[in-house]
């Protein structure tokens, strides 16, 4: 689910309850929302980003990161254009910049 389809369901659900007056269990639209939060969040977490779309993320260059992957630091391949699997860039709390990756599946080396 995207934040988009999120949004509409939402809009959407709004929109009829008060077209017709509903009355709802409060905890019950709460659980569907947040099912529907999570969805979204591991829908973006398990995204891949594409080399440049992973720079613009992470602050880092696209060199820097071609660099970590030649080092074996950062796993990374080929779907039509450089794609690395990263779930997402990351704060630390002292202003580092901290790269989480998945392994890359059934992939061998020298695969970017």
Not at 31 to 38: C, T
Request: glycine share 8%.
């Amino acid at each position: 689910m995207t934040r988009e389809d999120f949004v509409t369901r939402w809009r959407t659900r709004q929109n009829e309850w008060a077209r017709i007056g509903a009355l709802v269990d409060g905890a019950r639209v709460c659980e569907d929302m947040l099912q529907d939060f999570e969805a979204v969040t591991r829908a973006e977490d398990d995204a891949e980003l594409s080399l440049s779309e992973a720079a613009a993320e992470s602050g880092y260059s696209s060199d820097h990161l071609r660099r970590l992957h030649r080092l074996g630091k950062l796993p990374a391949y080929r779907k039509g254009r450089p794609v690395l699997p990263l779930e997402r860039f990351t704060e630390e709390a002292d202003g580092a910049k901290a790269v989480t990756v998945r392994s890359c599946r059934g992939c061998s080396a020298g695969h970017y």
